[in-house]
């Protein structure tokens, strides 16, 4: 992908989701975490291909007053499933002891070993660790398209925020922070990358305050996107001609034409009188009484063209109203916001297009072809393609048309 991006010309960014899979991968195969993982591991698939042990935890579940909830297994490829694993296995943690040790299960399964106090305490750091990483994935997730505009504020959350190592951390927790955190710090620091999603980020009215930014690093971006604004409004630019209704002193100097009905022949005139017929003739034209091309053509012809405001005069005014305006709340959709206020940003706008569509995770798309798998089976192989695109298309806009 990288290397189409390069041939294309273009800029490849990393998708966020899988960004922050593989930093919270990493924190997973720390020793001491890996070890855990792989004793809860072992004893949720006892449970699951066992059906005495299962109908064993049922009755304990059932005993201690405990959700009847199946035990999880977590897969490789999602690290938020090693989440839900840990957190079912400490809310059943009481029943699945009293099934281990009851006398149904008691030597039925060699090398199982029950969580000691130590693990259970480290599986609690970890959910508390890693819970606010599950919610930022899952914020990436549910959202219909969220934009890349979403990563440096993202970025820079997760690193001064969620991911800070505090004083009250236990010995786990800092070191599962320091590495989620290493591994997030150096994503996104390529210069061409770093700078598309610096103006992604400022032209997101969500994020436009952009506190992790330094004034100088705003005035710099803000002046790229100016010129490209410029640039975007030239090559769409069209000469605007507005007809300027002309004064008294500009109007034409001849003479109207005399009524058909009222012509006749006229006497010669002295020489010495023409030059003052001739002023009195100027004197009565008015604008009630135009000329004969005037009132033969009249607008179909525009005789003055007033010229556009300048171009760069018109973007920077633009950008400098869009900075006074009030970034919006987080939950809002940055896209509505700018198809609202596109008259009042023509020029900005359709800049805004080629940063805001451009989405911060392959989730969406990657579940199209998840529905495509759906659609098409070995069952219903003879589909053609026109109906497979129509069927695909209802399934993933069913809630907006309902």
Same mark, same amino acid.
């Given at each position: ?40 591991? @072992?004893? #949720? &698939? ?8 299962? =109908?064993? *935890? %049922?009755?304990?579940? $059932?005993? +201690? ?52 106090? @130590?693990? #259970? &305490? ?8 890693? =819970?606010? *990483? %599950?919610?930022?994935? $899952?914020? +990436? ?52 990358? @770093? ?208």
């Amino acid at each position: 992908m990288i290397v189409a991006a390069d041939e294309f010309g273009s800029i490849h960014i990393g998708c966020l989701a899988h960004t922050l899979n593989l930093a919270c991968g990493k924190a997973l195969r720390i020793i001491s975490v890996a070890n855990l993982l792989a004793k809860m591991r @072992r004893i #949720v &698939t006892y449970f699951h291909r066992s059906c005495l042990a299962t =109908t064993a *935890l %049922k009755e304990k579940q $059932t005993l +201690l007053q405990l959700p009847e909830h199946k035990l999880i297994n977590d897969v490789s490829t999602r690290w938020n499933s090693a989440l839900d694993m840990i957190s079912r296995y400490l809310e059943q943690q009481p029943a699945i002891y009293a099934a281990l040790t009851s006398k149904e299960l008691r030597g039925k399964e060699k090398d199982l070993v029950t969580l000691s106090d @130590r693990d #259970v &305490t480290c599986a609690e750091d970890l959910v508390t660790v890693l =819970t606010p *990483l %599950k919610a930022a994935t $899952t914020a +990436l997730c549910e959202e219909k398209i969220p934009p890349i505009s979403m990563i440096l504020p993202l970025q820079h959350q997760l690193l001064n925020v969620i991911m800070k190592v505090k004083e009250n951390d236990t010995a786990l927790i800092k070191e599962v922070k320091k590495s989620v955190a290493d591994d997030i710090r150096g994503r996104y620091q390529d210069e061409s990358t @770093r700078k598309f999603l610096k103006a992604a980020t400022l032209l997101d009215p969500r994020f436009k305050t952009a506190p992790f930014l330094s004034d100088e690093e705003k005035l710099n971006v803000y002046h790229e996107i100016t010129l490209e604004c410029v640039k975007t409004a030239k090559a769409k630019e069209k000469v605007v001609k507005v007809k300027v209704e002309q004064s008294t002193d500009e109007q034409e100097t001849q003479p109207p034409l005399p009524s058909l009905s009222d012509a006749k022949p006229s006497e010669p005139k002295k020489a010495k009188d023409s030059k003052n017929t001739k002023d009195d003739s100027e004197s009565t034209k008015s604008k009630d009484n135009p000329t004969a091309m005037s009132a033969l053509f009249g607008d179909v012809y525009i005789t003055h063209v007033k010229q556009p405001k300048p171009l760069q005069e018109s973007c920077e005014s633009e950008i400098t109203q869009y900075r006074k305006e009030t970034p919006i709340n987080a939950n809002e959709n940055p896209l509505n916001w700018w198809k609202e206020h596109s008259h009042k940003f023509p020029n900005l706008s359709a800049v805004v297009k080629r940063y805001l569509c451009t989405p911060a995770t392959s989730v969406p798309s990657e579940r199209v072809f998840s529905t495509a798998g759906d659609i098409v089976t070995a069952k219903r192989a003879q589909l053609k393609p026109v109906y497979v695109d129509k069927l695909i298309f209802l399934k993933k806009n069913w809630n907006i048309s309902s």
